[in-house]
């Protein structure tokens, strides 16, 4: 029996054939999919629940740095192993963690970075590749330009909300 997300894509492949979308909100899939009975949700356990929202709410906090005119977030993690077990730690960017915990996270984090720009790549190939007839898509992986434009951009949105 194929699991949640295999049942997933086989329904919304169905639904894109059925409906003849070449791209759709997946708000409008899952209407769909309910109004036809054909998707219930996972039972959740509550716990579970709980904790992806606080982990939510950690990933998502942010501080302003005053001296170098940028947020950051408050909160970092890295994944440990206990008893076999992946377990996500969080600690505060400023008081927590230890310098090698600081470290694995940065380095976790670089390698999600990379293994995303990775995937990112190979899609746009195989969109190249299929797509040969269309205009061919560049993914640049040099990414310096873009952080100087958002940390620029998040000055003056700084500052104006200061302003206001």
């Not at 894109?16 to 899939?29: K, M, N």
């Not at 899609?123 to 434009?149: C, G, I, S, W, Y």
């Amino acid at each position: 029996m194929a699991n949640f997300s295999e049942q997933v894509v086989n329904l919304w492949e169905e639904w894109v054939a059925e409906t003849g979308y070449e791209s759709a909100d997946p708000g409008e899939f899952v209407d769909w999919a309910l109004s036809n009975r054909r998707l219930v949700p996972n039972p959740v356990d509550v716990k579970q629940m709980l904790r992806r929202q606080v982990t939510q709410s950690l990933r998502q906090a942010k501080r302003w740095d005053e001296d170098g005119r940028f947020t950051y977030r408050a909160f970092q993690s890295a994944t440990l192993f206990e008893g076999g077990e992946a377990i996500k730690h969080y600690f505060d960017t400023d008081t927590g963690g230890s310098p090698s915990l600081r470290q694995k996270s940065v380095k976790q984090r670089r390698d999600a970075i990379a293994s995303d720009v990775y995937r990112a790549v190979c899609d746009v190939d195989r969109m190249n590749k299929v797509h040969r007839d269309d205009p061919q898509l560049n993914f640049f992986t040099d990414f310096t330009d873009d952080v100087a434009e958002l940390r620029i951009a998040e000055s003056v949105e700084h500052d104006e909300d200061d302003a206001a």
